[in-house]
Nanobody, 115 residues
Framework: QVQLVESGGGLVQPGGSLRLSCAAS????????MGWYRQAPGKERELVAT???????NYADSVKGRFTISRTNAKNTVYLQMNSLKAEDTAVYYC?????????WGQGTQVTVSS
């Protein structure tokens, strides 16, 4: 059983920064490909960023140059550093773990960008 717990969301002004964390309760965390997705009200869930078990990263065009995904396998944790936040980044952010075509999701953390 894989459990993912996100933290670090909150209210921030446009141009500000937040760092999301996702702690995974799982054995052999290092074999999982990890990712962050988001869902804004009335919209479908969309990919934000992914990082493979080998450390290769991928980003949505809308966040390239502003967001950075990273992982610390020794802590079973994946991070999302978000800089230069915009109102359109407002959403619930979900952590994802993927292994052998199985997906696992956290409960989500709210990020609100507003003045």
């Amino acid at each position: 059983q894989v459990q993912l717990v996100e933290s670090g969301g909150g209210l921030v002004q446009p141009g500000g920064s937040l760092r999301l964390s996702c702690a995974a309760s799982v054995s052999f965390f290092g074999v999982y490909n990890m990712g962050w997705y988001r869902q804004a009200p009335g919209k479908e869930r969309e990919l934000v960023a992914t990082i493979t078990n080998g450390g290769i990263t991928n980003y949505a065009d809308s966040v390239k140059g502003r967001f950075t995904i990273s992982r610390t396998n020794a802590k079973n944790t994946v991070y999302l550093q978000m800089n230069s936040l915009k109102a359109e980044d407002t959403a619930v952010y979900y952590c994802n773990a993927r292994y052998n075509v199985r997906d696992y999701w956290g409960q989500g953390t709210q990020v609100t960008v507003s003045s």
